[in-house]
């Protein structure tokens, strides 16, 4: 156990549907990071919070969104979802940007 | 533009042989950070080491060393005396100071007894 928790560990959703995939971060730690791994994109970082706030967007596209709570656990919502969002979404957490830890990740399948 | 190239898509060695991965970076910022991340065929990712464009000491850690040059913009990584247990695939990646991170598509290294 990493200490970073990620749910579900599976998802499986229509087309045109919303999910959200839930990320609670090593105890300590305030930054949390969200990527996408798919086949077609590879390893994307998508966006990142700090203690609450956004740090760094990277590539998100408008139907996603994230939030960090204040206690520091993180929601990434993904809406309108096509088959290409099917993917494998890791968060991970850091805390001073010298080591980040995994979790084990969301298998999102869009059908 | 940042850009993450790893020329080499599969490497296979027996076990004990070191093997090095490649990274070639491209960035116009002169801040930046370098990684390096493990996948193993369990897919978790492990992050492995961070170095910052400043800083171009060579870093070792047990049989793992790193090679940062800047003149070449490379970032490489050499497993010494691998192991069937180094079989994974490994990414590298650039961050820039905004914090945008940008990966390589990863080498899948191939460790046999």
């Known amino acids: 156990d990493s200490g970073v928790t990620q749910t579900p560990k599976h998802l499986i959703t229509a087309t045109g549907q919303r999910v959200t995939l839930r990320c609670s971060p090593r105890s300590g730690d305030l930054s949390v990071y969200w990527y996408q791994q798919s086949l077609d994109q590879g390893l994307q970082f998508l966006i990142q919070?700090?203690?609450?706030?956004?740090?760094a967007k990277g590539n998100i596209l408008e139907r996603f969104s994230a939030q960090q709570f204040p206690d520091l656990h993180s929601e990434l919502n993904l809406s309108s979802l096509e088959l290409g969002d099917s993917a494998l979404y890791f968060c991970?957490?850091?805390?001073?940007?010298?080591?980040?830890?995994f979790g084990s990740g969301t298998r999102l399948t869009v059908v | 533009a940042q850009k993450v190239t790893q020329a080499q898509t599969e490497i296979s060695v027996v076990e004990k042989e070191d093997v090095t991965l490649d990274c070639v970076y491209e960035?116009?910022?002169?801040?930046?950070?370098l990684f390096w991340y493990k996948q193993p065929p369990s897919g978790e990712l492990v992050f492995l080491i961070r170095r910052n464009s400043f800083d171009e000491q060579n870093e070792i850690s047990g049989r793992y060393s790193w090679n940062f040059q800047k003149s070449t913009s490379s970032f490489n990584f050499t497993i010494t005396a691998s192991q069937v247990v180094d079989s994974a695939v490994y990414f590298c990646?650039?961050?820039?100071?905004?914090?945008?991170?940008?990966f390589g598509d990863g080498t899948t290294l191939t460790v046999k007894p």
């Open positions: 919070y700090y203690n609450g706030e956004e740090r």
């Open positions: 990646a650039l961050s820039t100071n905004a914090g945008k991170s940008t």
């Open positions: 960035t116009r910022d002169t801040t930046y950070y």
């Open positions: 991970a957490s850091s805390v001073d940007r010298n080591g980040y830890t």
